[in-house]
């Protein structure tokens, strides 16, 4: 729905936080965390693009509604307790 | 104070006075000694404003954008070729509703080389938003750059401005000029600040990516912002002339023009040698008269349509060429007149490119064509005027 | 909990539209966390001017100037002209560009902003060709590589030129400091912006941006790739003081071919191309090494 012309600024300003675009929707493959085996290295928060993970007690929680499914996480973790499965079924 | 200087120093009094904060330029003739000597201004501190030596015209106006944007007001020069080869950073200054103060001398371009006097350059850049002042005198320069920051800055306005001076014409040829007073200048022209800056710490970003459904509305708004020029620049002259007690004629400047048969419309230091020939023709007992474009951009359209509707006859002198049916200033002329209840007849002469002298003789005889063809009731409409190799002969 | 080996606060939000695995998000996300909320970044035509969202999202917390394409070097002079005439201090002016926007169509206003000594960090994010417009070859994209507008097809006809070496067009402009960043490496990464931000003039960083889509990589392996670069010696991490090299991370030594085989990009490069290739690398390295010990 386009915004009349007297409610708009001069010239376009972005001021709205991009939390907005919920990229999570993009995802194909959904990254699974086994708590019970995390070391708490924190290398999958250091390493996420789009810094979906946040530490709780130094355990990764990954923001769904954003995360992309690129799978770097996975990857990168030495303790392999963070699996990618499939959208839409195992 | 009353001081006799070129046409580029009256700009670099007019950008000094008028308190330009970045000052980002790149030297080319015939702008060269706007600069330096707003360079000297800096460098003895009587300007306190950075001055960035850039390494193109290009990195001068995005150079100016970026430090308008943070909140400081921006003034920068230049002629022809680096003119032109500002062009997208010009659209960009004005869709981001910067006012943004330049002065262009207009100069020919390229090929073939030339440094003299000739309005392709300015003409060509009436697409990109920026409100254009052709000027007739020295002291016009200096006027109207402290005015358009006035105009400009306005929040209605928010639209950046060329003041355009004849190369060498204006540019190099000392005239007496009035330098008001720095007080003074400061009671007429307050500080620049903008209601949306970058701030430290404020998470926006400037010119954003924005989808076809809400384009349109950002490009009616800076319309609007034109348009609003128009009265803006009468209030502004107005406060001006009240202020200083000068004037320069609005967006179109009538001479002789109320009881006139004929009415020949030209830009630029032309103008000023055509009010002179229509005295001496006046004196002959013809009855034409002179209306000088000062504003191209926002176009005259009203003042235009209100000779339209007075005279039979009118001509468009334009002094460049850009390869449209006519001529650019005839073909807006002529547009405006034709909507008007009474069509006058309207003729095209293309003269004085690439620095070629319209002398007063060649202006009679264009005068004295514009009462023929008005008589005889019919126009061809370009004439291009002095080429050799034609046959009519104007000299 | 122990703590993080880099700052802990975020200076961007999530959904940017980067793409899944996008190097550039994470250049980004460290080059902010070391200089901090008192930063303005002009961002010209590239990845990042489209990665903050339509208007009006904002995926940073701090200012965005977006800029024309060519237009970095300029816009970052100005708007430090403008703080500096109005006072304010204590501002990193921070110019972020592509490779394209940077070594062809921005080389112009770069050098010009660094031969003035403009007081503001250049971060060339590096993913080695026009990503944004759909992986056209730049200046940057590596000997061999597969673009859009080097298609290799039934002629081979892969990129024949170099890579531009930015960072000794940079050292010949004598600026105070240039270092070579890689995202697989943030603790060196933020380290160098730090020690960056202390420096006043002409900063540049010169940061690996691996791209997936333009790479021809899995998204997962974006810090692999970008470890296998400085591993293999084909980006490898430096820091250049008033142009006098010091290397960060020497890099394990492994061949070129551990790097280039996980590259859709380079499948085509037949065993003579690899090995002419490991030869200019090891040469390039050679090279470093003798400006390191040499003290040039």
Redesign the interface.
């Known amino acids: 729905m386009s915004k009349s012309y007297e409610e708009l600024p001069l010239t376009p300003i972005s001021d709205t936080p991009s939390t907005v675009n919920l990229t999570g929707l993009w995802r194909v493959m959904r990254p699974v965390v086994d708590k019970s085996k995390c070391k708490k290295c924190m290398m999958c928060w250091k390493y996420c693009p789009d810094a979906v993970i946040v530490l709780v007690d130094g355990v990764p929680v990954i923001d769904l509604k954003y995360c992309k499914g690129c799978g770097i996480c996975a990857e990168e973790c030495p303790s392999k307790c963070i699996v990618m499965v499939r959208e839409g079924g195992e | 104070m009353r001081m006799v200087m070129t046409g580029n120093y009256a700009s670099a009094y007019g950008a000094k006075l008028a308190r330009a904060?970045?000052i980002?330029a790149y030297p080319i003739t015939p702008q060269t000694s706007i600069v330096e000597k707003l360079a000297e201004f800096v460098s003895t501190g009587e300007l306190?404003?950075?001055f960035?030596?850039?390494?193109?015209e290009?990195?001068?106006m995005?150079?100016?954008?970026?430090?308008?944007?943070?909140?400081?007001r921006?003034y920068t020069a230049t002629s022809s070729h680096g003119l032109t080869l500002m062009h997208?950073?010009l659209i960009?200054a004005s869709?981001?509703?910067l006012p943004i103060v330049m002065t262009n001398v207009s100069r020919a371009m390229a090929p073939p080389w030339s440094v003299w006097v000739d309005h392709m350059d300015s003409v060509a850049q009436r697409d990109t938003g920026w409100l254009q002042f052709y000027c007739q005198s020295n002291q016009e320069v200096l006027d109207t750059i402290i005015m358009a920051y006035k105009i400009c800055e306005s929040g209605g306005v928010?639209l950046p401005a060329m003041i355009i001076e004849d190369a060498f014409i204006l540019s190099h040829t000392s005239e007496p000029v009035d330098v008001p007073e720095q007080e003074v200048v400061d009671s007429f022209l307050p500080a620049y600040s903008p209601e949306?800056k970058?701030?430290?710490?404020?998470?926006?970003?400037?010119?954003?990516?924005?989808?076809p459904?809400?384009y349109m509305?950002?490009r009616?708004?800076a319309m609007?912002?034109m348009k609003e020029a128009h009265d803006r620049i009468l209030r502004v002259e107005q406060e001006f002339k009240h202020i200083f007690a000068r004037e320069h004629g609005g967006l179109l400047e009538r001479y002789r023009c109320e009881d006139a048969e004929a009415v020949l419309v030209a830009a630029g230091s032309v103008a000023a040698t055509a009010k002179d020939v229509v005295d001496a023709l006046r004196d002959k007992g013809m009855k034409v008269g002179l209306a000088r474009m000062r504003t191209f951009r926002p176009f005259p359209q009203e003042e235009i349509r209100a000779i339209a509707s007075k005279v039979d006859g009118m001509a468009v002198l334009d002094r460049s060429y850009t390869f449209g049916a006519a001529g650019a200033m005839f073909t807006e002329v002529k547009a405006s007149a034709y909507s008007g209840q009474k069509r006058p007849i309207v003729k095209n002469y293309i003269a004085g490119l690439g620095g070629r002298d319209i002398t007063p003789k060649i202006l009679e005889r264009i005068f004295e064509d514009i009462l023929v063809f008005t008589k005889r009731g019919e126009e061809s409409d370009v004439e291009w005027v002095d080429v050799a190799g034609l046959p009519r002969k104007w000299r | 909990m122990a703590k993080t080996t880099i700052p802990e606060e975020e200076f961007a939000f999530p959904g940017s539209t980067g793409c899944p695995g996008c190097g550039a998000n994470l250049v980004m996300r460290y080059l902010l966390k070391g200089l901090g909320e008192r930063t303005i970044v002009s961002i010209p035509a590239c990845c990042w001017a489209v990665m903050p969202g339509y208007w009006p999202s904002n995926c940073l917390k701090v200012p965005i100037l977006y800029t024309a394409f060519e237009a970095t070097g300029a816009a970052i002079s100005g708007l430090r002209a403008a703080l500096d005439v109005k006072g304010i201090e204590d501002v990193t002016v921070v110019g972020f560009a592509g490779d394209g926007g940077t070594v062809d169509i921005g080389l112009q206003a770069m050098s010009g902003a660094a031969e003035r000594r403009t007081d503001a960090i250049y971060v060339m994010y590096d993913n080695e060709a026009y990503m944004n417009t759909g992986i056209q070859r730049s200046g940057s994209t590596p000997w061999g590589a597969w673009t859009t507008t080097t298609p290799v097809g039934n002629t081979h006809d892969y990129k024949h030129e170099s890579k531009k070496d930015i960072m000794t067009i940079m050292q010949a402009h004598r600026i105070p400091y240039a270092a070579t960043v890689s995202p697989a490496f943030p603790e060196d990464f933020i380290k160098k912006v730090e020690k960056a931000k202390k420096i006043k003039g002409f900063r540049f960083l010169h940061a690996l941006s691996p791209c997936p889509p333009g790479w021809r990589t899995n998204p997962k392996l974006t810090i692999e790739v970008a470890r296998l670069a400085v591993d293999t010696r084909i980006f490898p991490l430096y820091e250049m003081e008033q142009g006098r090299v010091h290397i960060t991370r020497k890099g394990k030594g492994l061949p070129i071919i551990d790097y280039l085989k996980v590259q859709g990009r380079f499948q085509h490069l037949t065993e003579p191309e690899i090995s002419s290739m490991q030869k200019a690398v090891d040469d390039s390295w050679i090279m470093l090494l003798l400006k390191e010990s040499s003290g040039t």
Do not use: N
């Open positions: 904060e970045v980002a306190k404003a950075k960035i030596p850039v390494e193109s290009h990195s001068a995005a150079a100016c954008i970026a430090a308008q944007t943070a909140g400081a921006t997208e950073v960009w869709g981001a509703r928010m949306l970058i701030e430290v710490g404020k998470a926006m970003g400037f010119g954003s990516l924005v989808k459904d809400q509305e950002f009616y708004k609007l912002g």
